[in-house]
């Protein structure tokens, strides 16, 4: 007795693999249909759901042929997780089926291939799933060697996949570089800065002469400038190397330039000509010095 056979297999995919993952009593041919992974929307990155194909290629014998035979398909979600009997679109040659159910018929075409895309949609579990490829209805007999009439197993084959909710690449690639510039601040402002831009004391230097006044600096000042003209420091500059105060007075001809020395100390630059009483390279605290410069003597001092 003839019978009417019809035979399929997804490219690349050994027949009759036994799957052991989660149902032991299906013996058919099991395909992996890759990873699909899903982020959401931030800013101008928008998701986008892929589906995973494979290629399913399909042949009817002559008897199916001559009877001209028809077997309908549909996709079957096995997988117990909640949420997962929806969420998920089906595929045909890059186009949406219905009811995830599609008809294959002798009368269209012998054999052939189909791309079989599978869509997850977000909300559906993330992690391993899977499901079958069943036959609905046919006027068949036999479907890869399985006697669908003397047979309960109408599944043909069985689909295995994994879905994953990664974070969105411009928010990821945000926070890391935001991670990298917070801990680039913190060498920067906790290692690296005071050496390259010490910084002084706590302390004063007040000015007795030829005019009363004077300049209060702390732990973030690293330059004290003496000059006749107004000066504005950059805030950036103020932000990452430290604060420079600025002292002006049209007594300071030429600038008087003092920096962090050791300890309490101060190292004092005069311009080329002017004197400094008593003649020392760095002044110390709770001390008096003069300053002699264009004939016009300052009087400072440190505390």
Same mark, same amino acid.
């Given at each position: ?8 297999f997804?490219?690349?995919?050994? #027949?009759?693999?036994? %799957?052991?993952?989660e ?9 992996? @249909?890759g ?7 931030? $800013?101008? %990155? ?5 589906? $995973?194909?494979?290629? $399913? ?8 042929l =001559?009877?001209?035979? @028809? ?16 969420n ?9 089926? !219905?009811?995830?159910?599609?008809? +294959?018929? %002798? ?7 189909? #791309? $079989?895309?599978?869509?997850? +949609? ?15 209805? =046919? %006027?068949l ?48 402002? +906790?290692?690296?800065?005071?050496? +390259? =831009? ?13 005019? @009363? ?10 330059? !004290? ?19 420079i ?5 049209s ?18 630059? #005069? ?19 003069? !300053? ?7 009087? !400072?001092?440190?505390?």
């Amino acid at each position: 007795m003839k019978n009417k056979a019809f035979v399929l297999f997804v490219l690349s995919i050994a #027949l009759f693999v036994i %799957s052991c993952k989660e149902e032991e009593d299906y013996t058919g041919p099991t395909t992996d @249909f890759g990873t699909s992974e899903y982020f959401s929307d931030f $800013l101008f %990155s928008k998701s986008d759901t892929v589906p $995973l194909t494979k290629t $399913l290629k399909y042949n009817f014998n002559d008897y199916a042929l =001559h009877k001209e035979s @028809f077997i309908k398909i549909k996709l079957e979600v096995a997988s117990k997780k909640k949420g997962s009997d929806k969420n998920i679109q089906f595929y045909i040659n890059n186009q949406q089926v !219905i009811d995830n159910e599609f008809i +294959l018929n %002798s009368k269209e075409s012998r054999s052939g291939d189909l #791309l $079989l895309g599978l869509e997850f +949609l977000p909300g559906y579990p993330e992690g391993f799933t899977y499901g079958y490829f069943s036959v609905s209805n =046919h %006027s068949l007999d036999v479907v890869n060697n399985n006697d669908l009439n003397a047979s309960t197993e109408n599944r043909i084959f069985k689909w295995e996949a994994n879905y994953k909710v990664i974070m969105n690449p411009i928010k990821k690639m945000l926070m890391w570089t935001g991670f990298i510039l917070i801990v680039l601040s913190l060498i920067w402002f +906790l290692i690296i800065r005071n050496r +390259l =831009h010490p910084k002084f004391k706590k302390g004063r230097l007040q000015i007795l002469k030829p005019y @009363f006044g004077g300049v209060s600096f702390n732990k973030n000042t690293k330059l !004290i400038v003496f000059t006749n003209s107004p000066k504005k420091q950059k805030l950036l500059s103020k932000v990452f190397t430290g604060t420079i105060l600025y002292e002006v007075n049209s007594v300071y001809k030429q600038d008087i330039i003092l920096r962090p020395g050791r300890k309490d100390k101060i190292k004092i630059k #005069l311009p080329v000509g002017a004197q400094l009483s008593p003649s020392v390279i760095n002044l110390e605290k709770f001390n008096s010095y003069t !300053i002699t410069l264009n004939n016009e003597v300052i009087q !400072i001092q440190y505390s």
